[in-house]
């Protein structure tokens, strides 16, 4: 197997893409869905079982785990692969955006961001420098740079500043990850919903180089048309022949128009957060296990899905355990779900391959718009 990090285009349907991307621990296909191992683990699943829904790649998440168990801690156990038992590539991010979200008493500067812990009040520093070598530490296989990521709407003066700050970051990032064969640096574009600005950002990103680009600062509050109307013009700035990574996204509506704009690559916490919380996504929407019309349904929650949910439970029982409150409730939603968005990944790489696209989405949608079957 190659020690080279690179990407093969395969097809084009439209400006949709399917390809695969090349890395010492693994192939993955694109367009590709990651699921979130925040604190070093898909949360209610074993990695086998994520593996078995067809995932090719997960995202840790460097923010938490450098709080704890800490990086440094990971390193000496062998590194997030060995630590999580996850032998496949990992992506992990910058920690830009949970310093953002969840941090207390955040200052921004020039150097970085200094932070308190929301676990335990402790006080933290976050530079490109610092970033680049707990991802080191935890040896993720595709790394992010590390970027502000301001929450939108905002007035345009201070996306383009903050921009303009992640701009100066992914050259630091860049200078601070250095050559490292087999692994990948990201650089992700900012620039809120104004089309110079991320212009700016993409030429800025490009002329520093790196293996791979994001799309960032979407998904923070905007809507679905405002994304969408980015996605409209946003990947065309960046190179055809690197993949393109969309942060943050999300539902499979999300996930279907990004797809349709060029995306390949895409995360979200959704599919694991619905499942433990009696949410359940289908090819007819979705699926409130908790509502009393499932107490009496001896039909599973898609006829036609074959995760173990699907196949060898009921909705009566996945009411039953839900409310009851017992664990395998959470285990085998969040099963589905992740099935569920792995088998929409395969059929849109297939769809595009296939140059059938427009006929996959139509039916996508029109599958959606008849909504749940009723109860017998």
């Avoid at 090349?22 to 699921?35: D, K, N, V």
């Avoid at 990103?205 to 013009?233: H, N, P, R, T, W």
Wanted: aromatic share 8%; glycine share 12%.
């Amino acid at each position: 197997m190659s020690d080279r990090f690179h990407f093969t285009l395969h097809a084009t349907d439209g400006r949709a893409r399917t390809g695969t991307i090349h890395t010492p621990r693994g192939e993955i296909r694109t367009p590709a869905f990651m699921p979130v191992g925040t604190a070093a683990t898909v949360k209610a699943m074993l990695p086998e079982s994520v593996r078995a829904t067809g995932a090719d790649i997960l995202l840790g998440n460097t923010y938490h785990l450098m709080l704890r168990p800490g990086a440094e801690r990971i390193a000496r156990l062998g590194g997030l692969h060995r630590f999580m038992n996850w032998d496949r590539p990992i992506l992990t991010d910058s920690g830009g955006f949970q310093v953002m979200s969840l941090a207390a008493l955040r200052k921004l500067t020039e150097d970085g961001v200094t932070f308190s812990s929301h676990v335990d009040g402790s006080k933290h520093m976050l530079s490109p420098e610092t970033s680049m070598e707990i991802q080191r530490l935890l040896g993720s296989d595709i790394v992010m740079c590390f970027d502000e990521c301001p929450a939108l709407p905002a007035p345009e003066e201070d996306v383009a500043k903050s921009m303009r700050l992640s701009m100066r970051w992914a050259r630091r990032s860049r200078d601070a990850f250095g050559d490292r064969p087999g692994h990948a640096l990201f650089g992700i574009m900012q620039g809120g919903v104004t089309p110079e600005l991320r212009e700016e950002s993409a030429e800025a990103l490009k002329s520093i180089g790196f293996d791979g680009y994001a799309v960032g600062g979407l998904a923070v509050g905007e809507g679905q048309e405002a994304m969408f109307g980015v996605l409209d013009y946003a990947p065309g700035f960046l190179p055809t022949d690197k993949p393109r990574y969309l942060m943050g996204v999300g539902k499979p509506d999300d996930i279907v128009g990004a797809v349709q704009r060029g995306i390949d690559m895409m995360d979200c916490v959704l599919p694991s957060r619905s499942g433990r919380t009696g949410q359940a996504w289908t090819r007819r929407g979705q699926v409130n296990i908790k509502n009393a019309r499932h107490a009496d349904d001896p039909r599973p929650l898609d006829e036609h899905c074959t995760c173990p949910a699907c196949t060898g439970y009921s909705r009566a029982y996945l009411h039953h355990v839900f409310r009851a409150g017992e664990m395998i409730s959470g285990m085998l939603l969040t099963w589905h779900n992740l099935h569920y968005f792995q088998e929409l990944m395969a059929g849109l790489r297939g769809a595009i391959a296939g140059g059938r696209l427009d006929d996959f989405v139509a039916d996508f949608h029109a599958t959606r718009a008849e909504g749940d079957i009723p109860p017998l």
